[in-house]
């Protein structure tokens, strides 16, 4: 599992998460992230696919697949906003996740 998170003071944010998979196996795999905040949770679901570039030394085929999240919170106080990814619990195979992002941006207010 991977996991990234940002401490912030109250506010409204603009809020956003990803996570990087990257399959080597002979069937699509899966993946999900979910993004957290106090009051939100928002998760994505997404299928790793089995096909890519050819390394020729090797030759094997890999792909990759990038599932994110996004949503706007309003904290009354000051609170955590998390990423966090694993592989697909329904998964026919296992990939593997490189990376786990976070992002929050302080907006003045929501229209």
């Known amino acids: 599992m991977g996991t990234a998170s940002v401490s912030v003071p109250a506010g409204i944010y603009a809020i ?3 996570g990087l998979f990257f399959n080597r196996q002979a069937k699509p795999g899966a993946g999900e992230c979910t993004l ?7 998760a994505r679901f997404g299928t790793v696919p089995n096909v890519g570039e ?3 030394i090797e030759k094997t085929i890999e792909g990759s697949a990038t599932i994110a999240n996004s949503g706007v919170v309003e ?5 955590t906003i998390t990423e966090k990814c694993l592989t697909g619990r329904e998964s026919q195979v296992t ?11 302080l907006v003045g207010a929501l229209n």
Not at 36 to 42: D, F, H
Not at 75 to 79: N, Y
Request: proline share 7%.
């Open 54 to 56: 050819e390394e020729p």
């Open 36 to 42: 957290e905040a106090p009051g939100v949770s928002e």
């Open 95 to 105: 990939v593997s996740l490189s990376s786990t992002r976070v992002t929050a941006i």
């Open 16 to 18: 956003s998460g990803d």
């Open 75 to 79: 904290l009354k106080t000051a609170g």
